[in-house]
């Protein structure tokens, strides 16, 4: 089993020290573990490109050649994914939304790529070409979330 572990918050913070108790305890069990924090990646924000060249072709297609599309990969290789990050004003730090907004959404959505390639040559196709739907989507996982 391969987990990989996403850190919001700052370096030596309470988030990383969380999230390393836990990769700790899964390495432990016989896990393979990968911590990663978001203060070392490069990526930047969502441009709206319209066609959006990551739902037509994939992650790596973006017009950002940054950290996002590793990211994902990360995420969709792994058999488990632990993020961890701090609340702000009731709210995820702003990198972490700009994460999401990049390539996740709806883009990520097991059920709304379920039902594109169902209905493949109806909801999939746009006028402009044909859903990229990415089947390690369906692959099962395990989730889970630290919040301090």
């Known amino acids: 089993m391969k987990i990989f572990a996403l850190t919001c918050g700052q370096k030596g913070g309470n988030c990383e020290i969380f999230t390393k ?6 390495e432990e069990m016989g896990a393979e573990v990968e911590f990663c924090r978001m203060l070392d990646l490069n990526i930047h ?7 959006c060249p990551v ?8 017009i950002h050649k940054d950290d996002a599309a590793w990211v994902y990969n990360k995420i969709m290789d792994a ?31 097991v059920a709304s790529n379920y039902e594109s390639m169902k209905n493949k040559g ?27």
Not at 45 to 51: G, K, R
Not at 80 to 99: E, K
Not at 122 to 148: C, P, T, W
């Open 21 to 26: 108790e836990a990769l700790n305890a899964a």
């Open 79 to 109: 058999d488990g994914f632990l993020l961890a990050a701090p609340c702000y004003s009731l709210t995820p730090p702003g990198m972490l939304l700009t994460l999401r907004d990049r390539i996740l959404g709806p883009r990520a959505d």
């Open 55 to 62: 739902i037509m072709k994939g992650a790596e297609a973006c």
């Open 122 to 148: 109806v909801d999939a196709k746009f006028e402009f070409g044909e859903q990229y739907i990415d089947e390690r989507l369906f692959r099962r996982k395990v989730a889970s979330m630290i919040s301090v």
């Open 45 to 51: 924000t969502c441009n709206i490109c319209w066609p």
